[in-house]
């Protein structure tokens, strides 16, 4: 069974920095792990993924050189590092993964099977 949950949101100040963490426990496939967030009245927005099985990655033009996505596979835990973290970041984030066959942008939440439940992000300016 494959469970995650992420932590590390908190209410940081405009340009400080962040690390979220997810851990995935029962994640053992080829696949990808991915986080997205999503702010109120906004739909849920694709941030960066990895493929499992070889390591790349993939970014939102939105957080592309502030954003990093990483994974201990010892530790079953994906990563997301924040740096210069704007206003605009503030939202719920939420890790995801495995995508169904059939569903091939890793950026698109259609196709994930597993969520987990959030954990909060606010960015005051």
């Known amino acids: 069974q494959v469970t995650l949950v992420e932590s590390g949101g908190d209410s940081v100040q405009a340009g400080g920095s962040l690390t979220l963490s997810c851990a995935t426990s029962?994640?053992?496939?080829?696949?990808?792990l991915a986080w997205f967030r999503e702010a109120p009245g906004k739909e849920r927005e694709g941030l960066a993924a990895?493929?499992?099985?070889?390591?790349?990655?993939y970014y939102a033009d939105s957080v592309r050189g502030r954003f990093t996505i990483s994974r201990d596979r010892a530790k079953n835990t994906l990563y997301l590092q924040m740096s210069d973290l704007k206003h605009g970041d503030t939202a719920m984030y939420y890790c995801?993964?495995?995508?169904?066959?059939?569903?091939?942008?890793?950026?698109?939440?259609?196709?994930?099977?597993?969520w987990g439940q959030g954990t909060q992000v606010t960015v005051s300016s």
């Open positions: 995801a993964g495995y995508k169904s066959s059939g569903y091939s942008r890793p950026l698109s939440a259609a196709g994930y099977k597993y």
């Open positions: 990895i493929y499992t099985g070889g390591g790349s990655t």
């Open positions: 029962g994640y053992t496939y080829e696949n990808f």
